[in-house]
């Protein structure tokens, strides 16, 4: 007993004896701190409360017996009364007195802005590998280029380079449509059965102009640029850059050719993923084409990231693989739409080649041999009447018509593609094939089925029958499936 009875060094003491004693810290034991206006106003009450008491009890004290019990009754109404006053106003002034305590949001964004603030005082960066590339922005000049090359023989070329250096083997004429399709849109699909050489294509184009693509591996998880670019991470200060992200700025810096595959790229919706590159690549003026990387600016950002935002070089462009199978979704027509579409379904023979040294060439001789191509093999007026009149027919028949865009793809892909040694009825037959016969999948299949033939039919009458080959093809194999 004098072992549990003896006191704490610490200062505590002992109560409820036994095995459930428990111990309290007498320096625990603070009363709250009052602030001095609410501290005058309880110090007030229980004035007013004192001198009412010592009141009463003169009166009492010098009153006749008789009166006393009746003012006795007054006595212990006024102090019902009172007493309830002093509690209340002792509550009131704790309650005032208490402290706001913060939402734990609102705590969590004070200490990330603080410590975004106390980051900015100091030296450090952020974006350590975009600054590195304008540390040594020199190194992507790119060196001599060769300009006098037309666009015919830069396919030949590149066609014999993926032959004799890298045992690549592909028809021409996909060639000559992968070459019209980048003279068109800085999107491009390459589709079909896996196996086919799609992204051997795009890596071996960006070895023939000296400058290797960039492939991006899409993950299944994929929703938001983000997974393109690269996010701030708040524990370690910086902003976690991908490979896609140096490439862009370093393409800003130079006047080659940047190409990147997007492998796999159904494998994740490509309208959610890759939304705002969409919508950036549809307006006119390159330089209005900002990315969002952050939504604030540090002085120790990269030069070339303004108020957050990067520029989206015209200089390049970007591939995307698609598998035909039940493994990836499918590509939406916002996508289609704006992407020039090439399907490699299979693998072409092998031939002997030549070993070419690879051809560099600028964006911007590139842009040129397109206009050029504009300007000499134009759309004749014959196949322009053609077109209006193909088009007038699917409006009535089908409700499907070539719109704006269409048009425009259609008068600067086919010029490229002759000017890459093809004939201007087969670059008709493929553009609309890839761009206006697809859409009739969505027509009512009854009707469409009833009605294919004469849209063939019709096709032989203005095109004559040994052409557009491919539309009538997709035409017949839709209404048989419909």
């Known amino acids: 007993m004098e072992k549990d009875q003896k006191a704490d060094p610490r200062g505590t003491f002992a109560f409820f004896g036994g095995k459930e004693r428990r111990r309290m810290n007498m320096k625990n034991l603070k009363l709250p701190k009052l602030k001095k206006k609410y501290f005058a106003v309880l110090i007030a009450i229980a004035a007013v409360v004192v001198l009412m008491g010592i009141s009463m009890g003169l009166y009492f004290s010098s009153s006749a017996a008789p009166e006393t019990s009746e003012g006795g009754a007054i006595a212990v109404v006024a102090l019902l009364i009172l007493v309830p006053i002093l509690l209340g106003g002792l509550l009131a002034v704790l309650y005032l007195n208490r402290k706001e305590e913060p939402e734990p949001l609102q705590i969590v964004a004070e200490t990330v802005e603080q410590t975004k603030t106390e980051v900015k005082k100091t030296n450090r960066r952020r974006f350590d590998g975009l600054c590195r590339i304008d540390e040594e922005k020199t190194r992507y000049a790119g060196g001599e280029f060769n300009g006098r090359i037309g666009l015919k023989e830069f396919c030949e070329t590149f066609r014999d380079y993926a032959a004799g250096k890298l045992r690549l083997y592909y028809e021409i004429e996909d060639i000559r449509r992968f070459i019209a399709g980048m003279a068109v849109s800085h999107i491009l699909i390459l589709q079909g059965m896996s196996g086919t050489g799609k992204t051997s294509l795009a890596f071996a184009f960006g070895e023939f102009l000296g400058n290797t693509s960039t492939v991006i591996p899409v993950q299944p998880m994929w929703k938001e640029r983000t997974d393109l670019i690269g996010y701030y991470n708040e524990f370690t200060k910086r902003f976690n850059e991908t490979d896609l992200l140096k490439k862009i700025y370093e393409a800003n810096y130079s006047e080659q050719i940047y190409i990147t595959v997007l492998d796999e790229m159904n494998i994740a919706r490509v309208e959610y993923y890759f939304a705002e590159f969409l919508s950036l690549l549809e307006l006119p003026n390159a330089e209005e084409r900002l990315l969002t990387v952050v939504s604030d600016e540090w002085k120790n950002d990269p030069k070339q990231l303004k108020d957050g ?100 793809q259609i008068e600067r892909y086919v010029p490229a593609y002759v000017a890459c040694g093809g004939e201007e009825l087969n670059a008709l037959d493929d553009i609309l094939a890839k761009k206006v016969m697809r859409k009739l999948g969505m027509q009512n299949p009854v009707y469409l089925r009833n009605n294919a033939e004469n849209l063939c039919r019709y096709m032989d009458e203005l095109f004559g029958e040994e052409n557009l080959s491919q539309c009538k093809e997709i035409v017949r194999r839709l209404g048989r499936s419909a």
Do not use: C
């Open 309 to 408: 935002h990067v520029r989206l070089p015209e200089n390049m462009w970007f591939i995307g693989t698609a598998n035909n199978d039940d493994s990836t979704f499918a590509i939406s027509d916002k996508v289609y739409d704006r992407a020039m579409v090439l399907d490699l379904d299979k693998k072409a023979q092998a031939f002997s080649a030549e070993r070419p040294e690879g051809v560099k060439i600028t964006a911007k001789r590139f842009k040129e041999l397109v206009k050029e191509a504009q300007e000499e093999y134009g759309l004749t007026e014959r196949n322009r009447r053609r077109l209006r009149q193909l088009d007038d027919f699917m409006t009535e028949h089908f409700r499907v018509t070539f719109g704006n865009r269409i048009r425009y």
